[in-house]
């Protein structure tokens, strides 16, 4: 498919850990703060894809009515990190066919309001279906934390790593954080901060852990006509590739680790894993930065071995050797300073980040030179950007 794809507005409302303001006032703040970005004008948007949060948004008619838009394509998917390349490549096939010209991915959370995913003033209904991210409320496991830190210690007893490794993730992503004036957590976190802090499930600490906040954010993409009038510069949807499905996969976890319903075997990634690289015509080497979905930190082990920027059980090293550092690495990770850092907003604050560094817009945490930058997660799901 010819990809005819831009980014032309986006827009974030802060990140808030209050609980003051429903989902609907900040994906309407969300909107407005993306069309002044763009420079486009409401009745632009003629499309909406939105990925809802905590508690159960509203449906995307009432949205559309509520926030002033007419539009002739809408669709919704259900708030989660592993919906954002989905929604975003949705949006895209959308404006190449010519199904809309300008649509809005609006994701608006709450997840302080509701104390967290799983916490006591959440619903099955917000969560789709009890379990899927491998809670086992007859063991005590009853929220997403649960599922990750199986995983991380099934990776553990696998490739010989521990808990010390693990904590350069969430080091190396408050090091960015203290570079972004909008991040919540911006003191300095030392390996004795990690190791006497408390564990949510061994082994995970609680720095392993993302917040929990609310906050939005709307991006509009478009095609390369409209974007030749927004008012800042355009980022190119470049490529893009699917999330991966079955029994195989599992949302805190990468094929191989035998975590919840997986087999336990030798992984390597297949062609589907870097089918973005090939269809791109783009290498690793490309790549000035990588931005994950990390609710928690072994997440980003996954993400780097799943699309082959590390073999197998190598992960720890590499970022224990500063190499996902914006201080010399040779692959930036989550330059915003990430769930773990910057906040919550189910990974779409990370696109916003994707935007202003390739408008050279980041000051301090700016990648040098950067040209193209990839979204990509431990689910297979990856889309590549670059700027025009």
């Known amino acids: 498919m010819n990809i005819d794809a831009y980014i032309a507005g986006a827009g974030r409302t802060d990140i808030s850990r209050k609980g003051e303001k429903t989902n609907l006032e900040l994906g309407i703040e969300a909107v407005k703060i993306a069309l002044e970005d763009s420079g486009f004008d409401k009745k632009d948007i003629d499309g909406i894809v939105t990925n809802y949060g905590s508690p159960v948004g509203v449906d995307i008619d009432q949205f559309a009515m509520l926030t002033g838009l007419n539009t002739r394509f809408s669709t919704q998917t259900w708030n989660h990190g592993r919906m954002v390349g989905s929604v975003l490549s949705i949006a895209a096939m959308a404006v190449s066919h010519g199904l809309a010209n300008v649509v809005a991915c609006?994701?608006?959370v709450g997840f302080a309001k509701i104390g967290g995913v799983?916490?006591?003033k959440s619903s099955s209904e917000f969560r789709g279906v009890e379990g899927t991210h491998g809670e086992l409320p007859h063991y005590g496991l009853s929220g997403p934390v649960s599922g990750a830190a199986m995983s991380v210690q099934k990776y553990m007893n696998k490739y010989g790593v521990n808990s010390e490794d693990l904590a350069y993730v969430p080091i190396t992503l408050r090091n960015h954080a203290r570079l972004n004036p909008r991040a919540l957590r911006r003191s300095e976190?030392?390996?004795d901060d990690y190791h006497n802090s408390r564990y949510i499930v061994e082994p995970l600490h609680v720095f392993?852990?993302?917040q929990v906040t609310d906050g939005a954010v709307c991006i509009l993409v478009t095609n390369?006509?409209?974007a030749k009038n927004a008012k800042n510069k355009p980022v190119k949807i470049i490529e893009m590739q699917?999330?991966?499905g079955g029994r195989e996969e599992f949302i805190f976890s990468r094929p191989g680790l035998g975590a919840y319903q997986q087999s336990d075997f030798d992984f390597k990634p297949d062609e589907w894993?870097?089918?973005?690289f090939k269809k791109s015509g783009l290498n690793h080497?490309?790549?000035?930065g990588l931005y994950t979905y990390d609710a928690f930190s072994p997440l980003v082990w996954y993400t780097l071995e799943r699309f082959g920027y590390c073999d197998p059980g190598d992960a720890p090293e590499f970022v224990k050797s500063g190499n996902i550092s914006l201080s010399g690495g040779s692959l930036p990770v989550n330059s915003n300073g990430g769930l773990l850092s910057e906040g919550h907003l189910s990974g779409w604050n990370h696109i916003v980040e994707i935007v202003n560094q390739l408008r050279g817009n980041c000051g301090d945490r700016q990648i040098k030179d950067a040209r193209f930058l990839q979204w990509g997660t431990c689910f297979g799901d990856s889309l590549i950007f670059g700027g025009e």
């Open 106 to 108: 609006v994701c608006s």
């Open 224 to 226: 390369k006509s409209m």
């Open 118 to 120: 799983g916490g006591e």
């Open 242 to 244: 699917g999330i991966r």
């Open 208 to 210: 392993d852990c993302c």
């Open 189 to 191: 976190l030392t390996l």
């Open 285 to 288: 080497a490309d790549i000035d």
């Open 273 to 276: 894993d870097l089918n973005i």
